[in-house]
């Protein structure tokens, strides 16, 4: 996990949590049932994995696009096609075919 400290500047801001909620993380932090060592590097940590999660949809959903995109279909066949051959002999070259 990376650590809270790692040289970038913070910014201060209030952050509202259910009760229920904050009493959770509070004892899994407590409990060590984390890497965190405190709230704060729970609340980071889960801000990060959220925010990768979110640019990984939004990568996955360019390259859905991508497979309704007939142009672009078109171009990888044909990119395919033009490859294949190099692709089979370096196929038989690493398994000494």
């Not at 959770?24 to 965190?36: L, Q």
């Amino acid at each position: 996990m990376t650590s809270v400290s790692d040289k970038s500047p913070s910014q201060t801001t209030t952050v509202r949590l259910p009760k229920p909620l904050y009493e959770e993380v509070r004892s899994v932090v407590k409990k060590g049932g984390t890497e965190a060592r405190s709230l704060n590097e729970f609340i980071i940590a889960a801000i990060r994995t959220s925010l990768r999660m979110y640019k990984r949809q939004q990568i996955d959903a360019a390259f859905a696009g991508m497979a309704g995109d007939a142009d672009y279909q078109k171009e990888a066949t044909r990119m395919a096609d033009e490859f294949a051959h190099s692709d089979w002999e370096a196929l038989r070259t690493i398994e000494g075919i």
